[in-house]
C-alpha cells in the first residue's frame, strides 16, 4: 500500500521558516517528480513545487521561488521542503502528491497519490 504521509506544519509568524516532509512509503519514485500542492481557505488548489525523484532537480511556482527550497532525502525516502519568509499568503494546508507516469506533475488531477495535507498557517 502506498501511503504519502505528510508532516511539519504549524503555526509561524510572518517572515519565519518551516520545514515540511513528506515520507513515503510502499513503493520507490524513481524517476518521477514529487510535487507540493497547496490549497488556501476559499481558493483552488495551486501548484508550489517539484523535484524529482531521481536528479534531484526543482520547479517552483513564482509565488514561492527564492523562498522555498525543496529536497530529497532517499535514505529515508522522503521530500523535505524547507519554506522561509513565510507571509499570511502562504496560508495554506499543503499537499505531497505523486503523479502517474509520464503526466504533469504541476496539474494536480494527474496525481495518482496524495498524502493527507499538513496545515500551515502564518500570522501578520
Known amino acids: 500500500q502506498v501511503q504519502l504521509v505528510e508532516s511539519g506544519g504549524g503555526l509561524v509568524q510572518t517572515g519565519g521558516s518551516l520545514r515540511l516532509s513528506c515520507a513515503v512509503s510502499?513503493?520507490?519514485?524513481?524517476?518521477?517528480?514529487m510535487a507540493w500542492f497547496r490549497q488556501a481557505p476559499g481558493k483552488d488548489r495551486e501548484f508550489v513545487a517539484g523535484?524529482?525523484?531521481?536528479?534531484?532537480?526543482?520547479t517552483y511556482a513564482d509565488s514561492v521561488k527564492a523562498r522555498f527550497i525543496n529536497s530529497r532525502d532517499i535514505a529515508k525516502n522522503a521530500v523535505d521542503p524547507q519554506m522561509n519568509s513565510l507571509t499570511p499568503e502562504d496560508t495554506a494546508v499543503y499537499y505531497c502528491?505523486?503523479?502517474?507516469?509520464?503526466?504533469?506533475?504541476?496539474?494536480?488531477?494527474?496525481?495518482?497519490?496524495w498524502g493527507q495535507g499538513t496545515k500551515v498557517t502564518v500570522s501578520s
Open positions: 502528491a505523486a503523479p502517474q507516469w509520464g503526466t504533469p506533475y504541476f496539474i494536480g488531477r494527474y496525481s495518482e497519490y
Open positions: 510502499g513503493r520507490t519514485f524513481s524517476g518521477y517528480t
Open positions: 523535484i524529482n525523484w531521481s536528479s534531484g532537480s526543482t
